[in-house]
């Protein structure tokens, strides 16, 4: 190769490697999350700062930082169910009776041999190390408050039988069949579920059940995966109607089938997430329920409708409502109920955030998933 070819193949990789990161700098500047602590290149030295950086309707976490914190961290990637050993995640999960912030000694792949309840008050921060999470039914947070879970991996979750594992405040519980969902929620508040990479689970990736509200689901990557997102226990469960759920800077594809999300009974502000194609369809609903999808960008694939709907459709009721969201390669949304200013989720100032135009949500959601974070600078 001559050195004039040479010359060309490197200013087309600065070229590429500008353009890459004048994305990802965008992305940046413009995600609220991430321009909270990402720029920060000591966020080691204070991994608490995350705490203060959630929005939407989880609102702050600073339940989970200050005083009578208890840093612990895993070393060991095994896992007992029932006598948890100190060192493992399930230890630090269920065994500490206090608020616990959870780090990781380094990467590691934990298969989890029962579904691992989470206490509240409890941070699992998966940053600096690569954490896969799989096995039986994986995490569940039921009856629990405050829980960040953030920077993992979780995949091939399967569903498990009935039988006991340690659960909150080390106190052995009794548990039905399990679905095998990578996160599943159960009457749960403030949980804020951020940077994190899912798919390939035998049920769904992620559910919202039982009343379960105050709910964040931010900057993930949910890929390969039929069901994806259930907002809601049953279309007769109407202790539903109090959920409030934010999705937003989330990337949804490739070979996601439906569920991004699907919510009954409640409500759900959806916005500048990157929706890369469906094959069922992408938002859907029962019960009356109230969505405002605002700036996203749905790409359609074979599929374009965007929206789907279930049983008696009572057009006064819903309001199912897009606003300032972009249709690429055919995609249209069919909106649902009277008005079309879109249902306003009326934040309080600490879940407050400003919504992008939809033509940056490539920037926005360029770091979607767990981060890939070098060991001595920034994530």
């Known amino acids: 190769m001559g ?29 609220a999350i991430d ?10 030295r204070n991994r608490q700062q995350l705490g203060v950086c959630s929005v939407g309707f989880v609102g702050k976490m600073t339940n989970n930082i200050g005083r009578n914190l208890i840093r612990y961290q895993v070393t060991d990637p095994s896992d007992d169910p029932i006598n948890p050993r100190p060192g493992t995640l399930r230890y630090g999960a269920t065994m500490i009776k206090s608020k616990v912030w959870i780090t990781f000694q380094k990467g590691m792949h934990i298969l989890l041999h029962k579904p691992l309840l989470i206490s509240s008050y409890t941070a699992i921060d998966g940053r600096g190390a690569s954490v896969h999470i799989s096995g039986n039914a994986c995490l569940v947070v039921s009856k629990a408050t405050n829980i960040i879970i953030h920077g993992l991996i979780i995949h091939h979750c399967k569903a498990q039988g009935a039988g006991q594992v340690m659960g909150p405040n080390s106190k052995l519980v009794s548990l039905g069949h399990v ?48 069901k994806v997102i259930l907002l809601g226990h049953e279309d007769g469960y109407v202790r539903d109607k109090n959920m409030r759920v934010t999705v937003i800077y989330n990337h949804f594809g490739p070979n996601c089938n439906q569920r991004m999300p699907r919510i009954r009974h409640g409500y759900a502000h959806v916005a500048n997430n990157l929706y890369q194609g469906w094959t069922q369809y992408a938002i859907g609903g029962s019960m009356n329920p109230s969505v405002k999808s605002e700036a996203n960008l749905f790409i359609a694939s074979k599929l374009k409708q965007i929206v789907w709907s279930t049983g008696k459709v009572e057009a006064a009721k819903w309001k199912f409502h ?51 974070c070098s060991s001595k600078s920034r994530c």
């Open 322 to 372: 897009s606003v300032g969201d972009v249709f690429e390669n055919g995609a249209s949304f069919e909106q649902i109920g009277v008005g079309r200013g879109g249902v306003k989720p009326n934040y309080s100032a600490q879940q407050r955030f400003p919504v992008a135009d939809a033509k940056w949500v490539r920037s926005l959601t360029s770091s979607s998933g767990a981060l890939r």
């Open 3 to 31: 050195a004039t070819q040479l010359f060309v193949l490197s200013l087309i990789s600065l070229t590429l490697l500008s353009a890459v990161s004048y994305s990802e700098g965008n992305g940046l500047k413009m995600n």
């Open 35 to 44: 321009r909270c602590w990402r720029s920060n290149p000591y966020w080691r």
């Open 179 to 226: 679905d095998g969902d990578a996160i599943r929620l159960v009457s749960a508040s403030k949980v804020w579920i951020d940077h994190n990479t899912l798919y390939r689970c035998e049920d769904g990736l992620l559910d919202v059940t039982r009343g379960s509200t105050d709910i964040t689901i931010s900057n993930n990557w949910f890929r390969d995966q039929d």
